[in-house]
């Protein structure tokens, strides 16, 4: 039987985003024919799924209720330290075998019909699913040069102890499971800059986002605006109450620190800070469920489903200062200053050794 095209698996608005700008750089008589897979392990996608058959980007968009590990109590346990690598190394080999199994019911596409699978942040379920069933795919990265931040890059860190061993049990003989790549199934993983990355791993191939965004047309923009914006009547409220007096300034939130209390302190003395400076506004990261239109309804606000990205495409749209903690501003083009708080800022609000750990 003949294999389709080419199906992408996405966790993020960042990675339905993507997904689309490829397919954006693809001849009229190839874009548009791909299948979407839309996990729903740690993402609310509320209407996306309609917009995108709306506007008939994807042929057919399937939901993926991808479990989490913790799903299965009785598979966790093979997790616990037994003492000595020789038994932990078969505790985890009886995991990924049992934890793919599980995984089997919830899949809803087979992946063997599709030529190319395209998989975003194969750290999660999916990529060991794909690997154990023997199914080849191109790893994509979680978001823009995530890997920069870390040294090592975190397939490495989490296997520490004899990674040489380890890595063959995962690329040779497919008995475990490593992330970004690392895997025997994985033919290659695309990243927007090589350069940035504490790592010199072959199966690395550079696609840079500029290229990708460099080809898109008004036609092109105006698409991507009607996939994303919800409510682009909302949005265009919002933007008007940009001060043209003062310093318009837009705060990107994360999913930072579990307890929310010391997150929602973290943001508001963001939103303190820069208010001396001008009109603060908030983009709610869309895995972030700290309630801000309630705990900050004193503040502008941006709808979280939005990718900040989309931001690029309105016209006559510039804010003087975008801040971020962790997320990478590369791509950021709607702001003339970027301000990029890192680790020595997060030291304030939680143990350094959390957020510190794979450079420990």
Same mark, same amino acid.
């Given at each position: 039987?003949?294999?389709?095209?080419?199906?992408?698996?996405?966790?993020?608005?960042?990675?339905?985003?993507?997904?689309?700008?490829?397919?954006?750089?693809?001849?009229?008589?190839?874009?548009?024919?791909?299948?979407?897979?839309?996990?729903?392990?740690?993402?609310?996608?509320?209407?996306?799924?309609?917009?995108?058959?709306?506007?008939?980007?994807?042929?057919?968009?399937?939901?993926?209720?991808?479990?989490?590990?913790?799903?299965?109590?009785?598979?966790?346990?093979?997790?616990?330290?037994?003492?000595?690598?020789?038994?932990?190394?078969?505790?985890?080999?009886?995991?990924?075998?049992?934890?793919?199994?599980?995984?089997?019911?919830?899949?809803?596409?087979?992946?063997?019909?599709?030529?190319?699978?395209?998989?975003?942040?194969?750290?999660?379920?999916?990529?060991?699913?794909?690997?154990?069933?023997?199914?080849?795919?191109?790893?994509?990265?979680?978001?823009?040069?995530?890997?920069?931040?870390?040294?090592?890059?975190?397939?490495?860190?989490?296997?520490?102890?004899?990674?040489?061993?380890?890595?063959?049990?995962?690329?040779?003989?497919?008995?475990?499971?490593?992330?970004?790549?690392?895997?025997?199934?994985?033919?290659?993983?695309?990243?927007?800059?090589?350069?940035?990355? /504490?790592? +010199? #791993?072959? @199966?690395?191939?550079? %696609?840079?986002?500029? =290229?990708?965004?460099?080809?898109?047309?008004?036609?092109?923009?105006?698409?991507?605006?009607?996939?994303?914006?919800?409510?682009?009547?909302?949005?265009?409220?919002?933007?008007?109450?940009?001060?043209?007096?003062?310093?318009?300034?837009?705060?990107?939130?994360?999913?930072?620190?579990?307890?929310?209390?010391?997150?929602?302190?973290?943001?508001?003395?963001?939103?303190?800070?820069?208010?001396?400076?001008?009109?603060?506004?908030?983009?709610?990261?869309?895995?972030?469920?700290?309630?801000?239109?309630?705990?900050?309804?004193?503040?502008?606000?941006?709808?979280?489903?939005?990718?900040?990205?989309?931001?690029?495409?309105?016209? /006559?749209? +510039? #804010?003087? @200062?975008?801040?971020? %903690?962790?997320?990478? =501003?590369?791509?950021?083009?709607?702001?003339?200053?970027?301000?990029?708080?890192?680790?020595?800022?997060?030291?304030?609000?939680?143990?350094?050794?959390?957020?510190?750990?794979?450079?420990?």
């Amino acid at each position: 039987m003949e294999k389709k095209g080419r199906i992408y698996v996405c966790h993020t608005y960042y990675h339905v985003y993507v997904a689309l700008l490829k397919e954006l750089n693809l001849g009229e008589d190839e874009r548009f024919r791909a299948d979407l897979v839309l996990s729903l392990m740690s993402n609310d996608f509320e209407s996306l799924s309609e917009r995108i058959r709306e506007n008939k980007v994807f042929e057919n968009v399937y939901l993926f209720d991808e479990q989490k590990e913790t799903a299965f109590p009785e598979i966790v346990k093979l997790k616990e330290d037994r003492g000595n690598i020789v038994l932990n190394m078969i505790s985890r080999i009886k995991f990924t075998k049992r934890f793919a199994k599980a995984q089997s019911p919830f899949v809803p596409v087979d992946f063997k019909k599709y030529k190319d699978v395209y998989v975003f942040c194969d750290s999660d379920p999916i990529g060991l699913y794909l690997n154990q069933n023997k199914i080849k795919y191109h790893a994509l990265e979680d978001g823009l040069n995530y890997l920069k931040p870390y040294s090592p890059v975190p397939a490495k860190a989490d296997n520490s102890g004899c990674f040489a061993l380890k890595k063959f049990f995962s690329m040779n003989l497919n008995l475990i499971f490593i992330r970004d790549g690392y895997s025997k199934y994985c033919t290659d993983m695309e990243v927007n800059d090589i350069s940035v990355i /504490d790592d +010199s #791993f072959r @199966k690395y191939k550079e %696609v840079p986002r500029a =290229l990708l965004l460099q080809n898109l047309d008004k036609d092109a923009k105006e698409l991507l605006i009607r996939v994303f914006v919800k409510d682009y009547d909302e949005l265009k409220i919002q933007l008007s109450k940009m001060d043209s007096d003062k310093k318009n300034i837009i705060i990107l939130t994360e999913p930072l620190c579990k307890d929310f209390a010391q997150r929602e302190r973290l943001f508001r003395d963001l939103v303190n800070e820069y208010s001396k400076e001008g009109t603060v506004f908030l983009k709610p990261h869309p895995r972030d469920e700290l309630d801000y239109p309630v705990l900050f309804a004193d503040c502008k606000q941006f709808d979280r489903s939005i990718p900040m990205e989309i931001l690029n495409f309105l016209e /006559d749209i +510039s #804010f003087d @200062k975008v801040v971020s %903690v962790y997320t990478q =501003l590369d791509a950021i083009r709607f702001a003339r200053e970027k301000v990029f708080l890192g680790h020595d800022f997060m030291d304030k609000y939680e143990d350094p050794e959390v957020h510190r750990k794979n450079k420990k």
